[in-house]
């Protein structure tokens, strides 16, 4: 038996309303660059938008004029999505209250998940959308799962109960230690003063 490797996200598509209340929101609140749009080759009464969430990989929406948005929040049974999160940087992150509320949405206010900050609120759909910001720059050459990754590590061994700022400091220096080399022979914190 073998795995069937994936490399990432290909794409997500999600059963949206209608065409204009899609891009309206993809496009308009959350400024992903709309692409390209084509009948659902499964269906094609119904419209397929694809927009670009900034990394080059695609969420695409299901459209169809005669649906309207519902903005109840979308079912959380067991198999269903709880919700889409998309990463912000810090800058953007510190005007999202005062960008949603100029558009009358309400929201979760910040929350810090110990890793990074995260503001949630609903799609015109009922979709949670999160906006989420790390609280931290993984090293050149690494990526944030590998941070995280290491931060988790430390965080068992100090037993505490999530991943702190602290922990994330600790990973990334782990990181540059292992990935850098130096003609120091002791590589260990000191106070030159």
Not at 61 to 87: Q, S
Not at 94 to 108: D, F, M, T
Request: aromatic residues 8%.
């Amino acid at each position: 038996m073998r795995k069937l490797q994936v490399l990432g996200v290909h794409h997500i598509t999600l059963t949206g309303a209608d065409r204009q209340t899609t891009i309206d929101f993809w496009e308009g609140v959350l400024g992903m660059p709309f692409i390209f749009d084509q009948p659902n080759l499964d269906d094609p009464e119904q419209g397929h938008l694809y927009f670009d969430p900034g990394d080059g990989r695609l969420i695409t929406v299901f459209t169809d004029d005669n649906r309207k948005a519902d903005n109840r929040r979308t079912p959380m049974d067991v198999g269903c999505v709880h919700h889409l999160a998309f990463e912000v940087d810090r800058a953007t992150f510190a005007q999202v209250p005062e960008r949603l509320k100029a558009r009358s949405i309400g929201n979760s206010g910040v929350k810090d998940r110990g890793f990074m900050d995260s503001i949630y609120f609903k799609d015109p759909c009922g979709l949670l959308i999160e906006l989420a910001c790390y609280k931290f720059i993984p090293p050149r050459g690494s990526s944030h799962a590998a941070v995280l990754m290491e931060a988790h590590k430390i965080r068992v061994a100090a037993g505490d109960d999530h991943i702190a700022e602290v922990h994330l400091a600790d990973a990334v220096e782990r990181i540059v230690a292992r990935s850098q080399a130096s003609l120091s022979e002791n590589r260990e914190a000191k106070n030159p003063y």
